[in-house]
């Protein structure tokens, strides 16, 4: 069991991140489990659930990729990377993250908890739930893996714990090249479907908060249920409190611009339109981030 406690007490005044550098391909063995120092981490109950969350999510995502796999099996080119590529690298940090919280957090049977997850997210992972379009569903990833980008460059940034510090980093860089993937896709999958601005954009809003409210929340449950859950308690309000602190955390620590500048992408914006639709999406990234 992991102590109730809020973010670790920082000033909260906004600062840029700490850069990351590029990585190169890496391996679960490069990861010193056992050079974890779990007095920096130990009473920390926003980084422990933060953490269980994301490797829920990134171990389930081999269902996913099968479903994008399948979505996309009449184009070798994309298939073949989302099965040989992208799977292996997504389980991978699932694998990763996962064995992190049972070094770190050794009482939270991750097993058993992440079982039941699996169970309910399962159901949501099927074609029919992808969007009606190849070039829009690459745009929805571009989304994803933009999201996934900036979770890791914050945790990166706000973590004192060297081991998770550099497993962060290492996630960011392989989730920024997914994005470059999803993206050059997307632009090939564009030029066939001719889809309109409004079409795009209505979708890169939609699949940005579907994936907070969605994965997160079900993960979040699932956490709860195992750690939390008691006489007079309430997931509804817990899990507000948890994105209130995460609020905290991302204001300090997330990216600034990179994920601004990511959301756009698809939109192939001509240069004068850049300055109006970068503030909304300064507004949109906001309150995603639940600033």
Known sequence: ???????????????PPTPLRSRTPWRLSDIDYGAIDRARVANDSTLFTLVTMASFVETG???????????????????????????????QHGAAL??????????FDWQSVYDTFFEEYAKTC????????HALELAARCVVEMGTATLY????????????????????????????HFYRYFRRYQQREGHGRW??????????????????????RHVWRATRMGEGSSVERDYQAFLDRVGTLARRHAPRELPVDMLL?????????????????RTLYRCWLHA
């Open 265 to 281: 992408r698809p939109l192939s914006l001509p240069a004068p339109a850049l300055t109006g639709a970068k503030a909304v999406a």
């Open 153 to 180: 460059s914050s945790l990166h940034d706000y973590v004192e714990e060297p081991v998770l510090k550099d497993l962060a980093a290492r996630i960011y860089a392989d989730e920024v090249r997914h994005y470059k």
């Open 199 to 220: 079409r795009v954009g209505r979708t890169l809003a939609k699949r940005m908060f579907a994936s907070r409210d969605d994965d997160g929340y079900c993960a979040y």
């Open 61 to 91: 995502s081999d269902l996913y990729a099968h479903v994008l796999v399948s979505y996309f099996d009449q184009d070798p080119e994309v298939a073949g990377w989302l099965a040989q590529s992208w799977e292996h690298e997504e389980v």
């Open 1 to 15: 069991m992991v102590p109730e406690a809020t973010v670790a007490q920082r000033p909260i005044a906004a600062r």
């Open 98 to 107: 996962r064995a992190y919280v049972e070094h770190a957090w050794p009482d």
């Open 126 to 133: 099927t074609v029919p739930d992808l969007e009606p379009s």
